[in-house]
């Protein structure tokens, strides 16, 4: 079974969220949404676009977004088979966390790494 594809996204905590939007906007030139982050694209090798992207998004430190993992980041994993990593998961005795989302965005879990670190696992809707 596959388990991880890729990435599907990095999210990260700050004291001062608008700021740091505002910052890496007009710095690194990163196109920050109203909802705190942007998506990127993707592209293949002749840079033509394919389905799917990759989301940057900065919240604010008090976000329970990343609860209860105690890092300021989280990465979101692409899976192909949610359900079926998830059981593999808790049959290795990982800490999967019981909540799984259905939404029009596609299906997410989590689960909390040796470290304490909250990791979104994302099964993406069919075509992306």
């Given amino acids: ?7 599907g996204g990095v999210f990260f905590r700050a004291q001062d969220a608008v700021a740091l939007r505002a910052w890496y906007q007009q710095h690194l030139g990163i196109d920050v ?3 705190g982050g942007t998506a990127f694209p993707w592209t ?3 840079g033509q676009a394919v389905p799917g992207s990759s989301v940057w998004s900065i919240a604010s430190a008090q976000s329970d977004q990343f609860q209860p993992g ?4 989280m990465i979101n994993y692409r899976v192909a088979d949610l359900h079926a990593l998830v059981k593999a998961l ?3 005795g990982c800490n999967v966390l019981d909540k ?3 939404s029009e ?4 879990a989590w689960v909390i790494d ?5 990791v979104e696992l994302w099964e993406p809707p069919q075509g992306l």
Avoid: C, H, L
């Fill in 1 to 7: 079974m596959k388990r991880v594809t890729g990435i």
């Fill in 33 to 35: 949404q109203s909802w």
């Fill in 44 to 46: 293949d090798a002749d």
């Fill in 70 to 73: 105690t890092a300021a980041f």
């Fill in 90 to 92: 808790r049959e290795d």
């Fill in 100 to 102: 799984i989302d259905d």
């Fill in 105 to 108: 965005y596609g299906k997410f």
């Fill in 114 to 118: 040796p470290e304490g670190n909250k």
